[in-house]
C-alpha cells in the first residue's frame, strides 16, 4: 500500500486553518493509504528554541487536537518525531548534498523570517527547515503528503533533494508529491494567513465564546461601513469562512451582503453559530482526552516505536549506499 507522510509543528493548539487546510486530509487519507502522522517538535525548535517548556506544552497540545479531531491510532501510525532519532543522522546526511541556493532561495523560510521578525536571530537550523522536512517524508518512502499551500515550495526541494541523492548514490527514495485539500488557504481574523505565530487564529480547542467574540472582531469589507452598505464578499475574510463553513447559507449571503440587506453583525452571528456546532464533537472529546493523558501518551509512544522500526530500515540503506555501514 502507497505511504502518506505529514506533520504539524509543535508550536501551539491548532486551528482552523490546519483543520480545513490539512488536517481534512488526514482524516480521509488514514483510510486510504499507510499513512503517518506526526509531532514535529525539532521543527519547533527552528524558531521557537528559546521556550523548550512551551515546546513540551504544545507537543500534548497537539496530540490532543491530532486524536479529538478522529484520527484513529487503529488506521495510522501517530508518532514525534524526535522520538524517532533516525530524523536526525539522515537530515545531517542530506545537509551535505544540498547546494546552498535551494535553501537560500526557499520563500517559506523567507516569510517565516519576515513575518517572525527574527532577522538576524534566524539559525542555521532555520535555513535547513526544508532538509529536515524532506527527511520526514523520505524515510518513509511516502508517495503522498498532504498539506496547506505555503508548504509547496519546501515539497519542491523535497522533490529536488531526492532526485540529486537518487543520481549521486542509487535509487532510494521516492519523489512526494502534495495533496491540497478543497481550502488550502484560510485566512486568519485579520486577514493574514491563518497562523499560530501571528496570533490571528480560531482554535479548535477555544470554548463556544471565545468563538464567537473572536469572529466578532475578524475584519470584513473594509466599504461596508454601515448596516446596509452595499458589501463585496469577495474580499471579506468573514465571507471566505462562510464558504467554509456554512456552506447552505452561502450564497444568500453573497446576495444579500452585496445588495445591502445583510449587516456584518447579523453575518458573524451566523457564522460563529454554524462553527461552534461543527465543532462540539470534537471539543467534548478534546476536553474527555485530556482527562486521560496517559492513553494519549502510550498511543504516541507505540506509533514512535512504529515508526522507528522503517526508518531505521531506510537509514540502513542509504547508509549503505553512502558507503558508512561499516562494512
Ligand atoms: P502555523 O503556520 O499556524 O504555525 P503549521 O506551520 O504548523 O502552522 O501548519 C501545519 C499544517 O497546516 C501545514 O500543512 C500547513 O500548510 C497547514 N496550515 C497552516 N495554516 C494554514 C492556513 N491558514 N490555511 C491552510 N492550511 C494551513
Ligand atoms: N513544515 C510543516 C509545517 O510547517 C510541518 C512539517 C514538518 C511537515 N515535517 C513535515 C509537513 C513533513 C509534511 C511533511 O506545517
Redesign the pocket.
Same mark, same amino acid.
Given at each position: 500500500m502507497e505511504r502518506v507522510v @505529514? !506533520?504539524?509543528?509543535a508550536? !501551539?493548539k #491548532? +486551528? #482552523? !486553518? +490546519?483543520l =480545513? $487546510? &490539512? #488536517?481534512e486530509n488526514y482524516l480521509k487519507l488514514q483510510s486510504e493509504y499507510d499513512s503517518f502522522y506526526f509531532i &514535529?517538535d525539532l521543527h519547533a525548535f527552528t524558531t521557537n528554541f528559546e521556550d523548550p517548556e512551551a515546546i513540551k506544552e504544545n507537543r500534548k497540545e497537539v496530540m490532543l487536537d491530532l486524536l479529538s479531531i478522529g484520527l484513529d491510532p487503529e488506521k495510522c501510525t501517530l508518532f514525534i518525531q524526535s522520538r524517532v532519532p533516525e530524523h536526525t543522522y539522515l537530515h545531517l546526511l542530506l545537509s551535505m548534498i544540498v547546494p546552498l541556493p535551494w535553501v537560500e532561495r526557499n520563500p517559506t523560510v523567507k516569510e517565516m523570517i519576515r513575518d517572525l521578525e527574527l532577522k538576524e536571530s534566524a539559525s542555521y537550523g532555520l535555513l535547513g527547515y526544508p532538509i529536515l522536512m524532506t527527511t520526514d517524508i523520505i524515510l518513509y518512502k511516502a508517495s503522498y503528503v498532504? =498539506? $496547506?499551500? /505555503?508548504?509547496l515550495p519546501h515539497l519542491e526541494i523535497a522533490r529536488e533533494i531526492v532526485r540529486r541523492f537518487n543520481t549521486l548514490y542509487g535509487k532510494l527514495f521516492i519523489e512526494p508529491e502534495a495533496l491540497l485539500?478543497k481550502?488550502?488557504? =484560510?485566512? !486568519?481574523i485579520d486577514g493574514k494567513?491563518? @497562523?499560530? @505565530? #501571528?496570533k490571528n /487564529?480560531i482554535k479548535i480547542a477555544d470554548t463556544e465564546l471565545e468563538t464567537k467574540r473572536k469572529i466578532m472582531s475578524a475584519i470584513t469589507d473594509p466599504q461596508k461601513v454601515r448596516l446596509h452598505d452595499k458589501g463585496h464578499p469577495n474580499v471579506c475574510t468573514v465571507f471566505a469562512y462562510q464558504r467554509i463553513f456554512n456552506k447552505e447559507e452561502v450564497e444568500d449571503i453573497r446576495k444579500t451582503c452585496k445588495s445591502g440587506e445583510l449587516g456584518c453583525v447579523t453575518c458573524k452571528k451566523r457564522l460563529a453559530e454554524k462553527i461552534n456546532i461543527q465543532l462540539r464533537d470534537i471539543r467534548a472529546k478534546r476536553e474527555e482526552l485530556s482527562n486521560n493523558l496517559n492513553l494519549v501518551n502510550e498511543i504516541f509512544e507505540d506509533g514512535s516505536k512504529k515508526a522507528r522500526n522503517i526508518a531505521s530500515k531506510t537509514l540502513s540503506e542509504a547508509k549503505t549506499l553512502m558507503k558508512i555501514d561499516g562494512t
Open positions: @505529514s !506533520g504539524i509543528r508550536t !501551539g #491548532l +486551528h #482552523l !486553518g +490546519h =480545513v $487546510g &490539512a #488536517l &514535529a498532504p =498539506v $496547506g499551500k /505555503d508548504q485539500t481550502f488550502p488557504y =484560510v485566512p !486568519g494567513k491563518m @497562523s499560530k @505565530s #501571528l /487564529d
